[in-house]
Every structure is written in structure tokens, then in C-alpha cells.
């Protein structure tokens, strides 16, 4: 393998790359002349953002666009552009390696499908796997960050001309930016959803600025994302029907096994409330809890109730064999109920889902739009399910809030700041005119209507509290202030709080 040369070449090599970008600005085509992917608007507007930097020698630069709005396919994209760009240089560059980095399993096995489906030959490197003399390196930060004191023997830093960062904002540590600028002379490339922590630390800051930039909910007013119907329900487990006493346990505990019995108590009577029983196959449904000790008591309590559903459940045990099986299961409609915990809350393809139950309260906006962004993600035109006649004109989102929560968690309202423009039984379209069914049929709101009046005559036991039903809405904003948290959700004092000491 030879080194990188010169910033000289450097530049040239960018100036190619753009060039080969710009052949990608509306289809991705195979190495055979294939159409794989036609772009969308948004995918295209940041294509041509990203031939502008590379053209303006730009070494490092971001692009954020939500959750579902195929991220992916513009990594594979400037992958390919790279290797095509490398072999048109007669200097030495033809063979550098490129590397894409990601942080979970299920993301590093769709960005090597996404790559190598367009002819490349793509190693992996993470998660017991380890193939790293090929061009292309799909690998783990952890892998890096576990192998650094050796990894100028594994995989020669300076022999790097591209390192892309999917998920980006997962390496804004210290520790993982070091990671980074191990690889000095590469060009540089980041892609997420969501870029800034709530305690300021933000993508440029290890990425560069960011070109090309969409929100949630501007995905979701122009139809990146599908429209959400959203259902805010409050689970209050009675303690009356206990026989114990709360001096009989230490507090803490005893809070964790209430809210922890609310969840579990109150997730099948919301999914038997969401999804009417005759359409249960048409509404795959993701479900997220805070342990892996729930997801283990939920999946027996939901095989239970439903023998005929198809219900499985990922937490870090799972085999890479299983996941990757599961996932295609869940895309060709072998998986009814999918019960996750943290395993599945980012880049997570699974574009048949059309519900999710949070029932997993935190205080991180970063988490909470990575997880439910998993749902919006729509029926790209001329995919395989559009073609097998998958429809998704709109998704559901119903979040759970343990009465017994020690903290306010936050919503989905609070994630795209529409308290006001918030109607219960409504889509949240962010649209004025509303949304109709366009070429899925009749207005979206006949079906939103029908759920809505499922969800008002079933029966709900446990105390679970529709939205509508008890004002919920405006008793967690009288509640205080969300308290300041990291990007993993844990609560911290701001300076002022600390003065006061409060």
C-alpha cells in the first residue's frame, strides 16, 4: 500500500472526486451500468453541496439530514465516486483505502450492503470481524479505539484518503476526535441527524461545517419523512392493589420497579388499543424499553397475548448471524413486534415499520429523535416493498410516560416544538393544507380517524390515560423545567444552578 503523497495531490484528488460526484447527482449506477438508486431532491441538493466543498478544497465538512431521509445511499455514493476518482490519478492514490465509520452492528451491515452493492469491495472491521486489505474498510470507532496503540500496524493511518463518519455526532469525545485526527492527511466527511449535544459540543467541531442541512420536521413538511400521528398516553400503576409497604423497600428501588411494572403493564393494553387486531400485519410495530430485563419480561408478556404474532426482541447478545437475519425477517414481513432497549436507536433501515411504543423516558433530544425517526422512514419509489405493494402513508408514534418518572422525559412535541400546533388525533404534517393520500389512496385522515376511534372505545386497564381523555399534555408542561442532560440522557447543573445550589 502506498502513502499519501503530497497536500498537492491532496487537492487534486478532491477536484476528482468532485468531478465524479457530480456523475451521481441524480442516480447511483452499479459498476455494470445499473440504476440502483434514483436521488431525491434533498440527496440531490446535498450531492451537489458536496461537490461545491470538495471543489473548494475543503478537508472536513458535515451534512445533517433526518432519520429514514437516506443518509446511506449518499455515503455509498461518494464511496464509489472515491474509487472511481482514485483510479483516474497517476499517482500512487489508486492504492489508498477508505474507510466509513460507524458505532452499532445492525449500521455497520447496511452501510457494507449499501457499498457493495454498487461493485465495490468493502472489508469489515468490528464485532469479531476483521478483513482489512480491501479498498474499501467498513469498521467500528470502538475497533479503532480498542486497537489504537496498534493500529498504525493494522491499518496505516496515512494510507487513508477518505474517512466518512456515519452517525457522526457519536465522536464528538475526546477520546474518538483523537481517533480522528489520527487520520491527518484524509479527507473528511460527516453525516447525521442530529448535530449538537446539549452541552454545545457540535459536529463541526470534529466534521467542519456543516453544507447541506434538513431537519426532522422539515422532512416531514416536504415528505422526506412520512407525516406521524402521535398519542401521548400516562401509565399509573395502582399501588393500592399492593400488598407492601414503601418503608419495607429503599426508594430507589422501589421507584424502578414501579415504573418498570407500569411499562410492562401498560404496553400491550397500548398496542392492543393502536393497532386494530385485523391489521396487525399491516402495522409492524418497534417497541423501546430502558433494560434488557424488560425487554426480556415484555416479549413473554406480548407471546402471551398474541401466539399468532411473530414478536422477537435485540438486545447486545444478539448474534450478528440473528441480526442480520431478523432484519431482513422484519423488511419481508416475518416480524410482527420488534422489542429493542438501546440496541436499535440509530440508522436502524427498517422501512416497513409503521408503529413505535416508547416506553423508554429520557432527557436526551438526541436519542429521542434517533429512536423515533426510525418509524418516519417512508417507502422510497421504486424500492423492492413500493414495488411489492407496501404501503406507508403515514406512521404512529404513541410514547408512554411512567407516572412514578422521577424526571419529566422528554416528547416527541418537545423534539419538533409544536406544543401549540399539536391536535390530538391529528397527523402532524407541519403542512397548513394539511395531507391527503396522494397515490396511497384515500385522505390519510379516514385511516388516522379509524385508529383514533379504536384507540377511544378499547378498554384501558392499568390506568393508562389517552392524551385526549385526561389533559396529560398540559400536566407535564406544568411540570418543571427539563433538566439539562448529556447526550446520553444523564442530568447535569448548569453553572447557575451550581452557584445557587440548587
Known amino acids: ?48 453541496a458536496v461537490v461545491y466543498a470538495l471543489a473548494d478544497g475543503r478537508r472536513r465538512f458535515s451534512v445533517v439530514h433526518p432519520g429514514g431521509s437516506g ?43 449499501h457499498i457493495a452493492a454498487l461493485g465495490v469491495d468493502v472489508g469489515v472491521w468490528g464485532h469479531g470481524k476483521k478483513t482489512l486489505d480491501r479498498p474499501v474498510v467498513v469498521t467500528s470507532i470502538q475497533a479503532l479505539q480498542t486497537n489504537k ?98 418503608e419495607d423497600f429503599e426508594r430507589k428501588s422501589l421507584e424502578a420497579a414501579m415504573k418498570a411494572i407500569e411499562i410492562e403493564l401498560a404496553i400491550p393494553q397500548v398496542y392492543e388499543a393502536i393497532v386494530p387486531a385485523n391489521h396487525r400485519k399491516e402495522w409492524p410495530t418497534m417497541v423501546f424499553v430502558p433494560s434488557v430485563a424488560t425487554v426480556e419480561r415484555v416479549v413473554e408478556t406480548l407471546r402471551k397475548t398474541y401466539p399468532d404474532l411473530n414478536i422477537t426482541s435485540w438486545t447486545g447478545e444478539i448474534t450478528d448471524g ?42 436526551s433530544p438526541n436519542k429521542l429523535e434517533q429512536r423515533h425517526a ?3 422512514r417512508k417507502i422510497r419509489l421504486g424500492s423492492r416493498l413500493h414495488q411489492l405493494g407496501v404501503k406507508k402513508p403515514f406512521a404512529h408514534i404513541a410514547q408512554i410516560m411512567p407516572k ?12 419538533m416544538n409544536c406544543w401549540d400546533e399539536y391536535q390530538p388525533g391529528k397527523l402532524l404534517t407541519f403542512n397548513p393544507h394539511g395531507a391527503s393520500g396522494g397515490e396511497d389512496g384515500p385522505p390519510l385522515q379516514d385511516e388516522v380517524s379509524q385508529i383514533v376511534e379504536n384507540i377511544k372505545q378499547h378498554p384501558l386497564k392499568c390506568n393508562v390515560t389517552m392524551l385526549e381523555e385526561v389533559d396529560v399534555l398540559r400536566e407535564i408542561r ?17 453553572d447557575e444552578d451550581e452557584k445557587t445550589g440548587k
Not at 461518494?78 to 458505532?103: F, M, P, W, Y
Request: net charge negative.
Open 149 to 246: 496503540r496498534n493500529l498504525h500496524r493494522l491499518i496505516d493511518p496515512t494510507n487513508i484518503a477518505l474517512v466518512l463518519g456515519d452517525e457522526a455526532d457519536k465522536f464528538l469525545t475526546e477520546e474518538r476526535q483523537k481517533i480522528l485526527n489520527i487520520f491527518a492527511n484524509a479527507q473528511r466527511i460527516g453525516f447525521t441527524a442530529t448535530p449538537e449535544w446539549p452541552d454545545g459540543r457540535h459536529i463541526e467541531d470534529a466534521w467542519g461545517e456543516i453544507i447541506h442541512r434538513v431537519t426532522l420536521r422539515e422532512g416531514i413538511k416536504s415528505g422526506i419523512n412520512v407525516p406521524p400521528l402521535y398519542t401521548l398516553f400516562e401509565a399509573d400503576f395502582n399501588t393500592d392493589d399492593l400488598a407492601l409497604e414503601e
Open 1 to 48: 500500500m502506498s502513502k499519501i503523497p503530497s497536500k498537492d495531490i491532496n487537492n487534486e484528488y478532491r477536484n476528482i472526486l468532485a468531478e465524479e460526484c457530480i456523475e451521481s447527482l441524480d442516480q447511483i449506477v452499479t459498476a455494470d451500468g445499473n440504476v440502483q438508486w434514483t436521488l431525491d431532491d434533498h440527496q440531490r441538493e446535498a450531492m451537489e
Open 322 to 363: 440473528r441480526l442480520q437475519q431478523e432484519i431482513s425477517a422484519f423488511n419481508n414481513g416475518g416480524v410482527d413486534i420488534l422489542v429493542l432497549c438501546e440496541m436499535g436507536g440509530r440508522g436502524l433501515n427498517l422501512p416497513r415499520a409503521r408503529a413505535m411504543i416508547d416506553a423508554y423516558p429520557t432527557l
Open 478 to 494: 406544568l411540570r418543571e423545567d427539563l433538566p439539562m442532560a448529556d447526550e446520553e440522557g444523564f442530568i447535569y447543573l448548569d
Open 404 to 415: 412514578s418518572n422521577t424526571f419529566r422525559p422528554r416528547t416527541f412535541l418537545d423534539l
Open 71 to 113: 443518509k446511506t445511499v449518499l455515503e455509498a455514493a461518494i464511496i464509489q465516486a472515491s474509487q472511481r476518482a482514485k483510479q483516474k490519478l497517476d499517482n500512487g492514490l489508486e492504492n489508498t483505502q477508505d474507510i466509513v465509520l460507524a458505532v452499532e452492528r445492525s449500521l455497520m451491515g447496511s452501510l457494507r450492503e
Open 374 to 376: 426510525r418509524v418516519l
